[in-house]
């Protein structure tokens, strides 16, 4: 991976959306109290499809027909991440004080990177999984100093559920960060929502009152909205396993946000896992891949750019920022510094 190139904006993407995700958790625990967790759910990823849509206006992500969704894919998504994953944390949150939460969200994390190792056979460097072990490790010392009579097994099993539900959405939304990230999303938060309205309907839980409706689609579309189509950008540039371990930063923003707020705080181990968190992530930014590999001839859609140097083929007139088509790939061999992307899944 090239300084400055893909490693370095997939990373930097992947900040971007832990740092808005990562203070949904305490807001969250406020905006929902009185409100039961499908109803909340619903609210909440109904939010991320209104932000995700407004977010589209002010960047480009692609035309807005592009290659078709997987719909089968795409109603997993929402159903496991859209409905399933937010109904457990906001279940987790009534039993758990909001900085333990967010630091138990750090599980999503290496979940995502074994399942990544798993099921996509992605390549994990000894240096990428000790810059997971390290955002891991501080995760494990802040939760150590705050286990206390705030956090109720219970509630920690609940949490710990939503972290795993998040890392199988993120192994199954893999295949659509090669589409526009506001279909995707917009997609992901109207089916999630509906799933989580019908179940809630289903199980009889109370409709939320229009202020709290409003205060819990509001933290959906900017942590779940704006912040998701950051994270499938960041999956694009380096893929599934790297933008969880960059992301396992979330639940340091939402400590400083539950703190702000008037939480209870972590205690001494905040500064080691502050340390060992920087020190992870700085492992990531400077992380350079680069050795000899050959592409096969290949015919295949999806969002690209000309600029990656995978993308030669030419238009009349050339296509401004990212788009989608049909296209040839010649077979090369070269070698050059590399992200896991679309085209970089070779074995090593």
């Given at each position: 991976?090239?300084?400055?190139?893909?490693?370095?904006?997939?990373?930097?993407?992947?900040a971007g959306a832990?740092?808005?995700?990562?203070?949904?958790?305490?807001?969250?625990?406020?905006?929902s109290v009185g409100v039961g967790p499908l109803v909340a759910g619903a609210w909440l990823y109904l939010g991320a499809a209104a932000g995700a849509a407004v977010a589209a206006l002010f960047g480009r992500d692609g035309p807005r027909a592009p290659a078709r969704l997987p719909r089968a894919r795409l109603a997993a998504v929402a159903l496991v991440g859209g409905a399933v994953a937010p109904a457990l944390l906001v279940a987790g949150l009534r039993r758990t004080d909001a900085a333990s939460a967010s630091l138990?969200?750090?599980?999503?994390?290496?979940?995502?990177?074994?399942?990544?190792?798993?099921?996509?056979?992605e390549h994990v460097g000894r240096r990428v999984a000790l810059a997971a072990a390290l955002v891991f490790a501080g995760a494990v010392a802040l939760v150590a100093g705050?286990?206390?009579?705030?956090?109720?097994v219970t509630g920690a099993l609940l949490v710990a559920a939503a972290a795993l539900a998040w890392a199988v959405d993120n192994l199954l939304s893999r295949a659509l960060a090669e589409h526009p990230a506001t279909a995707v999303v917009v997609g992901k938060g109207?089916?999630?929502?509906?799933?989580?309205?019908v179940a809630a309907l289903l199980l009889g839980e109370s409709a939320a009152p229009l202020a709290a409706a409003a205060r819990i689609a509001l933290v959906g579309a900017l942590g779940y909205g704006v912040s998701l189509r950051l994270y499938l950008a960041a999956q694009r540039?380096?893929?599934?396993?790297?933008?969880?371990?960059?992301?396992?930063?979330?639940?340091?923003?939402?400590?400083?946000?539950?703190?702000a707020l008037g939480g209870p705080a972590p205690g001494p181990s905040l500064a080691l896992a502050g340390a060992l968190v920087a020190l992870g992530l700085w492992l990531h930014l400077t992380e350079r891949h680069a050795h000899g590999h050959r592409h096969e001839a290949l015919?295949?859609?999806?969002?690209?750019?000309h600029d990656d140097g995978h993308h030669a083929h030419a238009h009349d007139p050339m296509p401004a920022g990212a788009h989608s088509h049909p296209h040839h790939h010649d077979a090369v061999e070269h070698a050059h510094a590399h992200?896991?992307?679309?085209?970089?899944?070779?074995?090593?």
């Open positions: 991976m090239a300084e400055g190139g893909p490693a370095r904006r997939g990373t930097l993407l992947a832990a740092l808005l995700f990562g203070a949904t958790a305490p807001l969250l625990q406020r905006a138990l969200l750090a599980l999503e994390a290496p979940l995502t990177l074994v399942l990544a190792r798993v099921g996509l056979g705050a286990l206390g009579s705030s956090v109720s109207a089916l999630g929502a509906a799933a989580s309205a540039a380096v893929g599934a396993g790297r933008t969880a371990s960059v992301f396992a930063s979330a639940p340091f923003v939402g400590i400083v946000a539950a703190l015919d295949h859609e999806h969002l690209h750019t992200s896991e992307d679309l085209h970089h899944r070779h074995p090593h």
